[in-house]
């Protein structure tokens, strides 16, 4: 059911707590630096800024060793890209927007650094906290920075006139013609799981209550316990997805959906204005993610990625 947002897609990994030419990987016994791991156009990623988002996302994982397969290696190369990419195509659309820090605004990442240092308490410890998260001190200044330009664009193309200003009128209007609120049982995927989930499916129609089998089967804990369901509309949520439920009348219940993430049985519920009108400025929210994740989607499409030599043979053995 996920769909990949492109909203500040740095700060989610900054909230994670060394010198360069340190020596990160090693091929066939031997250390090895390459001058860069990826070109992004005419941007050149090091291995150092790599490494900080491979192994954050390897430890964000949450597999052990023994879990840990070619599909998740694949699949965690492939995410570490596509943050890699967000990043660069936000700086990208920065640029087209004629939005740049300033001297004031230098200052403010000096101070957030300068925190940074003193909560930690001191240098040395600053420096131990980076290394324990893969950062070395350039890193952490190129997120800081990273993240104050991306609220100074945030401001500029939301706030007042800006080009994608929002009005909670606008945003209420959308909500009212398109969101959709749903509740659903999800399973992951793994043997026999689709058979389980028919066979609840089946248990549903036959009259048990929906919300029970949610709570007490369900795999997804975002879900269970939740009386409200989500909210979205169409282009928040992968396409099959959207397509089932938006087919479904209200109280409704879909047959066995076969997405993404898991096998998912969903109920539409009518939209509650008493939520909507305590949540308004999430949906504010939600909407701004949504035109910043097509407005930088677009641009990370057409953006061309290259590959070291090496590129390969970094993997989570070789690189530490």
Same mark, same amino acid.
């Given at each position: 059911m996920k769909k990949t947002v492109v909203f500040l897609a740095v700060a989610i990994l900054i909230l994670?707590?060394?010198?360069? *030419?340190?020596?990160? %990987?090693?091929?066939? *016994?031997?250390?090895? @630096?390459?001058e860069w791991v990826l070109k992004i156009d005419d941007? @050149? /990623? *090091? %291995? @150092?800024?790599?490494?900080y988002y491979f192994l954050n996302l390897k430890?964000?994982? *949450?597999?052990?060793?023994?879990?840990?397969t070619d599909e998740a290696e694949e699949q965690l190369r492939s995410d570490a890209v596509e943050y890699i990419l967000v990043n660069y195509a936000v700086e990208k659309y920065t640029a087209q927007m004629g939005v740049a820090l300033d001297d004031s605004d230098m200052e403010k990442v000096e101070k957030e650094i300068a925190k940074m240092i003193k909560d930690c308490g001191g240098k040395k410890k600053y420096r131990e906290t980076l290394a324990s998260n893969y950062m070395t001190e350039d890193i952490y200044r190129m997120l800081v920075t990273s993240s104050f330009l991306q609220k100074k664009l945030n401001d500029v193309i939301f706030n007042g006139d800006g080009v994608h200003a929002l009005s909670e009128e606008s945003v209420?209007?959308? /909500?009212?013609?398109?969101? /959709?609120?749903?509740?659903?049982l999800m399973l992951k995927h793994g043997d026999g799981k689709q058979e389980q989930a028919e066979s609840l499916l089946a248990r549903i129609r036959a009259g @048990?209550?929906?919300?029970n089998l949610v709570n007490s089967e369900g795999e997804e804990s975002t879900m269970n316990g939740n009386p409200d369901g989500i909210y979205f509309r169409e282009g928040m949520v992968e396409e099959g997805f959207y397509d089932v439920v938006s087919a479904l009348e209200i109280n409704a219940i879909s047959d066995v959906y076969n997405g993404v993430d898991g096998y998912?049985? /969903?109920?539409r519920l009518p939209l509650e204005q008493a939520y909507i009108d305590e949540n308004i400025e999430n949906f504010i929210d939600l909407e701004k993610q949504n035109i910043f994740s097509v407005e930088v989607g677009a641009i990370a499409d057409a953006m061309k990625i290259e590959y070291c030599d090496v590129y390969e043979q970094i993997t989570t053995k070789t690189l530490k």
């Open positions: 994670l707590c060394g010198c360069s *030419g340190n020596s990160y %990987l090693t091929i066939d *016994g031997k250390s090895v @630096e390459p941007f @050149e /990623i *090091g %291995l @150092e800024e790599y490494r430890r964000g994982a *949450g597999l052990s060793d023994e879990e840990w209420r209007e959308k /909500i009212d013609n398109e969101y /959709i609120r749903v509740r659903y @048990e209550d929906f919300v998912y049985i /969903i109920k």
